[in-house]
C-alpha cells in the first residue's frame, strides 16, 4: 500500500491543508517478478473520502483503526483530509468545508492520482461529525456519490447541542456555523431534508447507517435517519449491535462498509 501525506493550498478554504492518501499497489515481494511498465501500470482505482470525528484530524483513521489492511485488500483508495470542528459545512461565518469536500478535495485528488472520476466507484464515509459529514456530502450531492457509510453520526446537531454542552463539550460554535443549532430543523443543513430532496432521483446513493446500541447519545437519531431515508426510496442499511462511541466500534464499521462495498460496487 502506498501512503502518501499531501500539503496543499485550497482556494476553497484559503489556507494550506493536510491530507493522508491511501493507494493499493503491488505486494513488495511480487516486485522481483514484473516489469517496472507492470508495476507502475496505468489504473482507474476506486475512492472512498473518509472524514473524521469533532477533535480530530486526518491521521486518526491510520492511528486507531486497520483502514490501510481493508483498503489493500479490496483495492480502494482511500482520501483522509481534515476538518476541524466545522461539521463539513459551509458556516455562517467561517471557512467552506462542503465545498472543500464536495468539489475543490476530489479534483485535487483526481488531478493528483490514478483514482476513479466516475459516481460508481466514488464514496464517503465517516464516524460522529464526520457521519454527518458524509452523511450531508452525499444527500446535498447524490450526483457525485455511489455510496455513504455513517458511523454513529451526529446527524441531528438541534439535537446534539445540549447533550454536548452537558458533557463539558459546549465549545461547539453552531451559532457561526449554522446560525444556531436551533436553525438546522428544516435547512440544507438537515439531512431529513436533504434526503427529502432525493426521493424522486432515480440514482440514490447507497446508505450505510451505524451505532452501536451503547452510544445513548447517538443511537436514536442515526435509527431516524435510517428510517428517513427508507421512507424515501434509499438502499439502505442499519448496522447496530453492541458499541459505544469510540475507535473499536468505528473499526468495525468502516470494515462492513468496505466489504458491502466490494459486494456492490468494485
Known amino acids: 500500500m502506498i501512503l502518501s501525506h499531501c500539503n496543499f493550498y485550497s482556494k476553497t478554504l484559503k489556507n494550506h491543508v493536510d491530507v493522508n492518501v491511501l493507494l493499493p499497489s503491488m505486494a513488495d515481494n511480487d516486485h522481483f517478478f514484473h516489469e517496472l511498465s507492470e508495476v507502475y501500470d496505468k489504473r482507474s482505482i476506486p475512492v472512498l473520502y473518509l472524514l473524521h470525528g ?4 486526518y491521521t486518526m483513521w491510520l492511528r486507531h483503526t486497520n483502514i490501510e489492511r481493508y483498503a489493500e485488500s479490496a483495492g480502494l483508495a482511500v482520501v483522509m483530509p481534515s476538518g476541524q470542528n466545522g461539521f463539513y459545512s459551509n458556516a455562517l461565518y467561517g ?3 462542503y465545498d472543500y469536500i464536495t468539489e475543490e478535495l476530489p479534483r485535487f485528488v483526481e488531478y493528483t492520482f490514478p483514482v476513479a472520476r466516475e459516481r460508481s466507484k466514488r464514496f464517503v464515509a465517516g464516524p ?10 452525499a444527500l446535498g450531492r447524490p450526483d457525485r456519490y455511489a455510496a455513504f457509510g455513517d ?7 438541534g439535537r446534539l447541542e445540549p447533550l454536548m ?15 444556531g443549532s436551533d436553525r438546522v430543523a428544516g435547512s440544507r443543513d438537515d439531512l431529513k431534508v436533504l434526503a427529502g430532496e432525493c426521493r424522486g432521483r432515480k440514482e440514490k446513493p447507497y446508505a450505510f447507517v451505524a451505532c452501536g446500541e451503547e452510544d ?10 435510517y428510517d428517513t431515508l427508507k421512507d424515501c426510496g434509499f438502499e439502505a442499511e442499519f448496522f447496530g449491535g453492541h458499541g459505544l462511541h469510540d475507535w473499536e466500534y468505528w473499526d468495525r464499521c468502516v470494515q462492513a462498509f468496505i466489504g458491502r462495498l466490494r459486494e456492490a460496487c468494485l
Open 151 to 157: 458511523f454513529s453520526g451526529a446527524v441531528d446537531p
Open 54 to 57: 469533532a477533535l480530530d484530524d
Open 128 to 137: 460522529s461529525m464526520g457521519g454527518y459529514g458524509a452523511s450531508k456530502c
Open 216 to 225: 445513548t447519545n447517538n443511537y436514536g437519531m442515526n435509527r431516524e435517519l
Open 95 to 97: 471557512l467552506r468545508y
Open 165 to 179: 454542552t452537558k458533557m463539558g463539550f459546549g465549545f461547539f460554535r453552531y451559532d457561526l456555523i449554522f446560525g
